[in-house]
């Protein structure tokens, strides 16, 4: 049996008190002595939740994220997940897509459809949402540095299915920093990346305006091994940076701000979780009331979905991931999520399977519907323990923002490597911990049995980049080559002389270029970040 600990601390290294508040330990007063502290859900700084009725009025989305092989196996994964009650699509790309390679490319061979859907023209996009009416359903694109190309196959799919784009509601992820931090998929330098980034924001504004324009994302930055509190203040200042860029680029800040929106790991440590939703959404209303002068109350809201942490899946004892998952399900809701993807048991092995990715969205059912968790607003509001914790991760993770305005801010802060030093430490001692056995994990360093069966995991079809291949050249051969030529070339002008790319882009992909094709017009002017 594995001992108990001499000393006790989250994840962050927050020391924990026997109890509280009586303990001596305990120096953070609780919230009734600070009336801002206890403003109600809806209310500024929102430590409660953005809105004042939270679940009561509408439970959160469940946006279970999905996409491999095909556009058309994809398409039947998103027609059984809405046929099982999931209340928001959310879109997984295959690498090539994610940095800009059509799959006939030497640099996708081998990767077409492996741990996304390969989305290489509008054709596949049209197979993608074939029976699926866009303006009835909120879509989520984990999309970055290919964001711009992916939005206008969307746009250009919903046009043809007759759809309003003022109503069109979703989300791109858009958050190109944490790429160059956290997970390596970025195409073009920072600084004419960030330029894309705020074209979207200005086409979004007036064209699309119910759409999230970015999803700030400390998700990744957690799965590469930050701590909490390294999340909340990398995601934040990367935030810091997008809005100052917009505003450098003309925008007023209550055009675009209450369109904002952020991506966090819900991880295994359960108070602590609870209480970074919370320390977030007090320090984001902060920032932007005191550092960016924001005036409407929707540009204070930091809102956000949340995903339970891939890197806390083991391939060992699979059945035990279902029991994480929903710890780290269940603290998302206590914090105030705004939507949710539970991940399957099977994900650190492979792809979901059908019936893991109905077990993880039935998770999320069971919270909702026989917890009671969802009944009031906050429920663990005045927890002695959970308002130390927010107190406390809010201050190291305002002193850790600090640290990064030294710097010059995220984009200087990444190019010197800060970021990286941070999040590689981090993930480090943490390794550490658990070789030596300070960190327990179920079934991998203690309480460990023989797997005697191995699971069923999903398998790609073996002739599927052929046939993905096949389906670009076939598109190639039929159509107007000097029309889509023509809109490439604009998209390479539109890069170089400043103006807004969106419609240029959408042009391109509506005269059926290829992704490849319109990353390559820009490739040609930004060049690529080694």
């Known amino acids: ?109 081998g990767e077409v459809g492996r741990v996304g859907v390969a989305i290489d023209s509008i054709d596949d996009f049209d197979v993608l949402f ?69 074209d979207i924001f200005k086409w979004c504004a007036a064209e699309l305006p119910s759409w999230n324009t970015i999803s700030i994302s400390g998700y990744h930055i957690r799965e590469a091994g930050s701590t909490a509190v390294e999340e909340i203040a990398f995601t934040l200042s990367n935030g810091i940076a997008y809005v100052q860029a917009a505003l450098d680029a003309g925008l007023d800040v209550d055009d675009f701000a ?19 939703f919370r320390a977030a959404r007090t320090l984001w209303a902060e920032i932007m009331r005191d550092r960016f002068r924001a005036k409407k109350p929707d540009s204070l809201k930091l809102r956000f979905h949340s995903q339970t942490a891939g890197s806390t899946l083991t391939a060992q004892q699979i059945e035990n991931n279902i029991v994480r998952t929903t710890i780290e399900a269940m603290a998302a809701v206590l914090g105030g999520t705004q939507s949710l993807h539970t991940n399957g048991k099977d994900e650190a092995l492979a792809l979901p399977t059908e019936l893991a990715a109905r077990t993880a969205l039935r998770t999320q059912q069971v919270i909702a519907y026989e917890s009671g968790i969802a009944d009031t607003v906050d429920p663990l509001a005045g927890s002695y323990f959970v308002e130390y914790l927010t107190s406390e991760l809010q201050l190291r993770s305002s002193s850790l923002i600090a640290e990064v ?57 073996p002739d599927l980049e052929r046939a993905q291949v096949a389906r670009l050249k076939a598109l190639r051969a039929r159509r107007d080559q000097s029309a889509t030529e023509a809109a490439v070339d604009a998209v390479e002008q539109a890069a170089r002389s400043g103006e807004n790319l969106m419609p240029h882009i959408i042009a391109a992909v509506e005269a059926f270029a290829s992704l490849g094709e319109i990353s390559d017009a820009m490739r040609r002017v930004f060049g690529e970040f080694a």
């Open 130 to 198: 074939e029976g699926i009416e866009m303006a009835k359903i909120s879509t989520s694109m984990t999309i970055n540095a290919t964001a711009s190309i992916l939005l206008a196959h969307y746009v250009a799919k919903a046009k043809k299915q007759g759809a309003d784009l003022r109503k069109l509601s979703g989300t791109i992820q858009n958050d190109i920093l944490k790429e160059y931090a956290a997970r390596g998929t970025y195409i073009y330098p920072p600084t004419p990346s960030m330029r894309v980034v705020t």
């Open 258 to 276: 209450p369109r904002l929106s952020f991506f966090f790991n819900a991880h295994s440590n359960f108070f602590e979780e609870i209480a970074k």
């Open 405 to 461: 305005d030294a710097l010059g801010g995220a984009v200087r802060a990444i190019e010197q490597g800060y970021y990286q030093d941070r999040i590689a430490q981090s993930a480090y001692l943490y390794q550490k911990q658990v070789e030596k056995k300070e960190a327990i994990v179920v079934g991998v360093n203690e309480f460990v049995t023989e797997e005697l069966i191995a699971p069923e995991t999903l398998r790609m079809d």
């Open 1 to 109: 049996m594995a001992l108990r600990k001499d000393t006790f601390e989250t994840t962050s290294g927050i020391p924990i008190a026997r109890s509280y508040p009586r303990d001596s330990t305990s120096q953070i007063p609780h919230p009734s002595e600070n009336r801002e502290s206890i403003a109600g859900a809806g209310e500024y700084p929102f430590t409660r939740g953005v809105y004042p009725e939270m679940y009561r009025s509408r439970l959160w989305t469940m946006r279970q994220y999905a996409g491999f092989g095909s556009a058309e196996e994809s398409n039947k994964r998103y027609k059984y997940l809405l046929g099982s009650g999931t209340t928001g699509l959310s879109i997984a790309f295959d690498l090539p897509t994610q940095i800009g390679y059509d799959s006939d490319h030497p640099m996708a061979q």
